[in-house]
């Protein structure tokens, strides 16, 4: 029910440009052409007027953009609801990447199964960072302010410390504790994926500490090795100590956190809310068991 085709012509609507589109859903140009190439062989008409200024919607592509999303959403509310009748459970569809791991998922669902055995729970793993599957109803992360994370609702459990990450040939690496001075010295990395503010009490901070640093808006493979080559010290939250195997989490005098929990749609379904209401249980301090747990 999932159509690729469909999703990649939404995309190249919205940024005009075959090239931004491929870097946005991480793939070639030449991949995202195929795709709009055998949609408009598929359907019989032109999406695109492409020209030298770049790419325009005809009118049979705004009328297909209009419509296409909300085709899309309920053909993932199918193919769910499909998985549901063949497993003869509701499920709970949790969305994954990376850095979105199911760190504390699995021993959550655990602590819940024993009373209720209704439900199932799948893994829907993302194409790719910026966009969580659609039909993800959970996802478990940090909150940062990513792009996908606008639209969903917020249950947070704690906040995950900042760290310092560094190569293990750096000159802080033998160290067990980075202060300010440290950093001071050598200045830090850190990412800003927020629109909405998330990271202005760590740029406030450090302005006051008159640290130096530089900060990115997304997270790519080549941070770490540019963090390696030039000596730089990454900062980044403790709970990512299971996927930045190349670097050295050494906790930091910096005074900065931020929240772990799970996001979920509005209007959870009947099984997730209510796996929603016993976490809130847990973290609330509520639990009858008194079983936290924790990264």
Known sequence: MYNRQLCT???V??????????????????????????????????????????LRLTAA???????????????????????ELDSQ????????????????????????????????IRLEVASNRLEMPRQAQLVESIK???????????????????????VKDHPLAGKRFITMQDLR???????????????????????REAIPFESRPEWTGSLVWECSIQKRVLVVP?????????????????????????????NPSAPLAEFLDFVRDIYNGTNPDTIIPTL
Not at 185 to 196: P, Q
């Open 89 to 120: 459970k509701p499920c709970i569809v949790v969305g994954t990447t990376m850095e979105e791991k199911c760190r504390l998922l699995y021993d959550l669902w655990i602590l819940f199964t024993p009373g209720n055995t209704r439900y199932d």
């Open 185 to 207: 010295e050598r200045g830090i990395v850190f990412l800003d994926r927020s629109a909405n503010g998330e990271s202005k009490p760590l740029r406030e901070h450090l302005l």
């Open 61 to 83: 592509g705004e009328y297909l953009a209009a419509e296409a999303q909300e085709f899309i959403q309920r053909g993932d509310q199918i193919r769910s609801r499909l998985l």
């Open 13 to 54: 609507a919205e940024l005009e440009s075959f090239s931004k589109a491929g870097e946005c859903l991480y793939i070639s140009a030449s991949a995202v052409i195929q795709q709009i190439n055998a949609l408009e062989r598929d359907l019989g008409v032109t999406l695109f007027r492409r020209s030298r200024r770049g």
């Open 9 to 11: 012509f939404l995309k």
């Open 144 to 166: 940062d302010g990513a792009a996908w994370q606008r639209g969903w609702q917020f249950l947070e459990f704690f906040k995950s410390p900042l760290c310092c990450g560094v």
């Open 238 to 266: 403790a709970c990512w100590n299971d996927i930045l195997v190349d670097l050295l989490l050494i906790p930091c005098e910096l005074d900065a956190s931020v929240p772990y929990g799970f996001f979920y749609r509005d």
